[in-house]
């Protein structure tokens, strides 16, 4: 059986040795296709695979069609939006995700962001501190939490928001105050954290309203997804609040227009690099290659996405 490893952005040596070690160790093939440029080379090379390994590579509904033998994709990371879910189930193909593995890279990165914000974006001019400040968080995932914690030594005053945890203790545990409704999250924010994934029903839902019922000289803090921003809605309020700050991983569609209306008050990176450090791509690497072979000789689903 044949693992794909695709990736246009590769994955570090390190990894990939790692990640051969774990396949061929299980008595399975991989093949590599690294810094591809076209869609056709991925085509041509999942054509005859059982298993492919992705990062932020597009796994369309033509890629599966052209994928005849394939039983599971896994994207080494945590978002799988690039991966077409509905054209994997319909031929009974596994997805899944390796949750937690870059958690704390983006959870620094989302602090950096903060620090970077407060301090004018390392300009002259006087800054503010985080210290004291009431850190929101918008989903209390793998990141959310970590991002949690990293703001509470840094002595912020932390409050988070995630309907899908019913278990108070969660957060008790990690004395983080949950909050009832996304309304009251925002409106008590000096700094708001997102980490809300990509779905149909965030798409979009971060807009006008929301920036608005911020508190004065309030940073929005995007490490999650551009899509879940309405762009035209926050570039409205920002445009109506000068105290208003947003700085993101990745750049929104409309950055000219941000980085000229906004000058220092907005930033955006101009590739995403959340979960760009050595140790979070051979975590999320070898997570990937695990957790294929563990479904392709045991068949455990575990972290499978599409259920
Ligand atoms: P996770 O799956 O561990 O956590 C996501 C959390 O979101 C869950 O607790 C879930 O209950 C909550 N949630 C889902 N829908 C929600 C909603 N409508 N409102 C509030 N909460 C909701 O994922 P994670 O590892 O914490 O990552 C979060 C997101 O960050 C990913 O989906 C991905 O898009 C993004 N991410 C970005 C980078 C980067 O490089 N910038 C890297 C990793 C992850």
């Given at each position: 059986m044949k693992v794909l490893v695709?990736?246009?952005?590769?994955?570090?040596?390190?990894?990939?040795?790692?990640?051969?070690?774990?396949?061929?160790a299980a008595g399975l093939e991989l093949v590599l296709l690294e810094k591809y440029t076209d869609?056709?080379?991925?085509?041509?090379?999942?054509?005859?695979v059982e298993g492919i390994i992705i990062r932020s590579d597009k796994v369309t509904a033509e890629v599966i069609a052209a994928a005849k033998n394939l039983k599971i994709v896994v994207?080494?990371?945590?978002?799988?939006?690039?991966?077409?879910?509905?054209?994997?189930?319909?031929?009974?193909?596994?997805?899944?995700?390796t949750p937690g593995q870059n958690s704390n890279a983006v959870a620094e990165l989302a602090l950096g962001m903060m620090v970077y914000m407060a301090r004018n974006q390392f300009n002259a001019g006087t800054g503010s501190e985080l210290q004291g400040k009431t850190l929101a968080i918008h989903a209390y995932g793998n990141v959310g939490r970590l991002v949690g914690?990293?703001?509470?030594?840094?002595?912020?005053?932390?409050?988070?928001?995630?309907?899908?945890?019913?278990?108070e203790a969660v957060f008790e545990r990690d004395g983080v105050k949950k909050m009832n409704s996304v309304a009251e999250l925002y409106a008590a924010a000096?700094?708001?954290?997102?980490?809300?994934?990509?779905t149909a029903e965030t798409k979009?839902?971060?807009?006008?309203?929301?920036?608005?019922?911020?508190?004065k000289g309030a940073t929005l803090v995007n490490t999650?997804?551009?899509?879940?921003?309405?762009e035209e809605?926050?570039?409205?309020?920002?445009?109506?609040?000068?105290?208003?700050?947003?700085?993101?991983?990745?750049?929104?569609?409309?950055?000219?227009?941000?980085?000229?209306?906004?000058?220092?008050?907005y930033f955006g990176t101009p590739k995403k690099m959340g979960a760009e450090t050595a140790e979070a791509n051979i975590n999320a690497g070898l997570a990937a290659a695990r957790q294929t072979v563990g479904y392709l000789k045991e068949g455990i689903t575990k972290f499978q996405v599409n259920k």
């Open positions: 695709a990736t246009e952005k590769p994955f570090a040596k390190k990894a990939v040795d790692g990640i051969k070690e774990i396949i061929e869609k056709a080379q991925l085509l041509e090379a999942v054509a005859d994207r080494a990371g945590a978002g799988y939006d690039n991966v077409d879910l509905a054209a994997a189930s319909e031929r009974g193909i596994v997805v899944m995700n914690l990293k703001g509470k030594a840094l002595g912020m005053n932390v409050i988070a928001y995630d309907p899908f945890i019913t278990d000096d700094y708001l954290s997102l980490h809300i994934p990509a979009g839902s971060i807009g006008y309203d929301l920036a608005m019922s911020m508190p999650a997804r551009k899509e879940v921003i309405n809605g926050l570039m409205k309020a920002m445009e109506e609040r000068e105290d208003l700050k947003y700085i993101t991983d990745v750049a929104p569609e409309a950055k000219d227009a941000y980085a000229e209306k906004f000058g220092k008050r």
